[in-house]
Protein backbone atom coordinates (compact mmCIF):
# COMPACT_ATOMS: atom_id res chain seq x y z
CA UNK A 1 0.00 0.00 0.00
CA UNK A 2 1.07 3.72 -0.93
CA UNK A 3 -0.33 6.66 1.02
CA UNK A 4 -0.45 10.28 -0.56
CA UNK A 5 -1.24 13.10 0.49
CA UNK A 6 -1.13 16.33 -1.22
CA UNK A 7 -0.40 20.02 -0.73
CA UNK A 8 0.17 23.61 -2.07
CA UNK A 9 -3.40 24.03 -3.68
CA UNK A 10 -5.08 27.68 -3.41
CA UNK A 11 -6.24 30.87 -5.07
CA UNK A 12 -3.97 32.14 -7.60
CA UNK A 13 -4.71 34.61 -10.70
CA UNK A 14 -4.69 34.17 -14.45
CA UNK A 15 -1.00 34.14 -15.14
CA UNK A 16 0.41 32.86 -11.84
CA UNK A 17 2.24 29.92 -10.20
CA UNK A 18 1.36 27.63 -8.40
CA UNK A 19 3.66 23.82 -6.93
CA UNK A 20 1.89 21.05 -5.91
CA UNK A 21 3.80 18.70 -3.78
CA UNK A 22 2.71 15.08 -3.05
CA UNK A 23 4.00 13.09 -0.18
CA UNK A 24 4.26 9.16 -0.45
CA UNK A 25 4.60 7.04 2.51
CA UNK A 26 3.93 3.42 2.98
CA UNK A 27 5.29 0.77 0.61
CA UNK A 28 7.86 3.75 -0.65
CA UNK A 29 10.67 1.56 -1.51
CA UNK A 30 9.81 -0.09 -4.45
CA UNK A 31 9.77 1.33 -8.05
CA UNK A 32 6.52 3.00 -8.37
CA UNK A 33 5.13 5.43 -10.98
CA UNK A 34 3.67 8.78 -9.96
CA UNK A 35 1.46 11.02 -11.58
CA UNK A 36 -1.26 13.86 -11.28
CA UNK A 37 -4.92 14.27 -12.44
CA UNK A 38 -7.56 16.81 -12.14
CA UNK A 39 -11.10 17.11 -11.89
CA UNK A 40 -13.21 19.78 -12.73
CA UNK A 41 -17.19 20.60 -11.93
CA UNK A 42 -19.30 18.76 -13.70
CA UNK A 43 -16.13 17.21 -15.76
CA UNK A 44 -14.25 13.65 -16.00
CA UNK A 45 -11.16 13.35 -14.43
CA UNK A 46 -8.78 14.71 -16.51
CA UNK A 47 -4.85 13.23 -16.87
CA UNK A 48 -2.47 16.27 -15.89
CA UNK A 49 0.93 14.72 -15.66
CA UNK A 50 2.96 11.87 -14.87
CA UNK A 51 6.56 10.80 -14.35
CA UNK A 52 8.34 7.28 -14.54
CA UNK A 53 10.33 6.30 -10.98
CA UNK A 54 13.75 7.54 -12.48
CA UNK A 55 12.48 10.71 -13.49
CA UNK A 56 13.56 9.70 -17.33
CA UNK A 57 10.47 9.37 -18.50
CA UNK A 58 7.60 12.08 -18.55
CA UNK A 59 3.97 12.75 -20.16
CA UNK A 60 1.78 15.81 -20.16
CA UNK A 61 -2.26 16.47 -21.11
CA UNK A 62 -2.51 18.37 -24.62
CA UNK A 63 -3.80 21.08 -22.24
CA UNK A 64 -0.77 22.00 -19.63
CA UNK A 65 2.12 21.03 -21.94
CA UNK A 66 4.31 23.73 -21.78
CA UNK A 67 3.16 25.18 -18.75
CA UNK A 68 3.28 22.43 -16.06
CA UNK A 69 6.07 20.47 -14.92
CA UNK A 70 6.33 17.05 -12.78
CA UNK A 71 9.43 16.31 -10.83
CA UNK A 72 10.04 13.80 -8.12
CA UNK A 73 13.04 13.47 -5.37
CA UNK A 74 12.97 9.59 -4.37
CA UNK A 75 14.93 10.32 -1.16
CA UNK A 76 11.64 12.52 -0.26
CA UNK A 77 9.11 10.24 -1.49
CA UNK A 78 7.38 13.46 -3.18
CA UNK A 79 6.25 14.35 -6.59
CA UNK A 80 5.80 18.00 -7.83
CA UNK A 81 3.72 19.73 -10.39
CA UNK A 82 5.15 23.07 -11.40
CA UNK A 83 2.44 25.13 -12.95
CA UNK A 84 3.03 28.43 -15.09
CA UNK A 85 0.81 30.30 -16.47
CA UNK A 86 -2.84 29.70 -15.01
CA UNK A 87 -5.59 29.83 -16.64
CA UNK A 88 -9.10 29.93 -15.02
CA UNK A 89 -9.57 26.67 -16.89
CA UNK A 90 -7.13 25.22 -14.72
CA UNK A 91 -9.29 25.22 -11.71
CA UNK A 92 -10.11 22.20 -10.53
CA UNK A 93 -9.85 19.62 -7.77
CA UNK A 94 -5.79 18.00 -8.16
CA UNK A 95 -5.12 14.09 -6.86
CA UNK A 96 -1.87 12.38 -6.91
CA UNK A 97 -1.93 9.13 -8.12
CA UNK A 98 0.32 6.56 -8.37
CA UNK A 99 1.06 3.03 -9.25
CA UNK A 100 3.53 0.20 -9.93
CA UNK A 101 5.68 -0.44 -12.93
CA UNK A 102 7.24 1.52 -14.95
CA UNK A 103 4.69 2.45 -17.60
CA UNK A 104 2.89 5.85 -17.56
CA UNK A 105 -0.73 5.70 -18.11
CA UNK A 106 -3.61 8.79 -19.30
CA UNK A 107 -6.36 6.46 -18.44
CA UNK A 108 -6.98 7.12 -14.46
CA UNK A 109 -8.58 3.56 -14.32
CA UNK A 110 -4.68 2.22 -14.86
CA UNK A 111 -3.69 3.80 -11.28
CA UNK A 112 -3.54 1.61 -8.20
CA UNK A 113 -3.39 4.42 -5.35
CA UNK A 114 -4.70 8.17 -5.08
CA UNK A 115 -4.80 10.83 -2.43
CA UNK A 116 -7.55 12.99 -1.44
CA UNK A 117 -7.26 15.84 -3.62
CA UNK A 118 -6.27 19.57 -3.15
CA UNK A 119 -8.02 22.54 -4.94
CA UNK A 120 -6.83 24.86 -7.01
CA UNK A 121 -8.65 28.04 -8.16
CA UNK A 122 -7.93 30.12 -10.53
CA UNK A 123 -9.16 33.65 -10.86
CA UNK A 124 -9.35 35.99 -13.94
Known amino acids: QVQLVESGGGLVQAGGSLRLSCAASGRTGENYAMGWFRRAPGKEREFVAA????????SYGDSVKGRFTISRDNAKNTVYLQMNNLKPEDTAVYYCAAKDGLNLYSDHWMWDYWGPGTQVTVSK
Open 51 to 58: ISWSSSVT
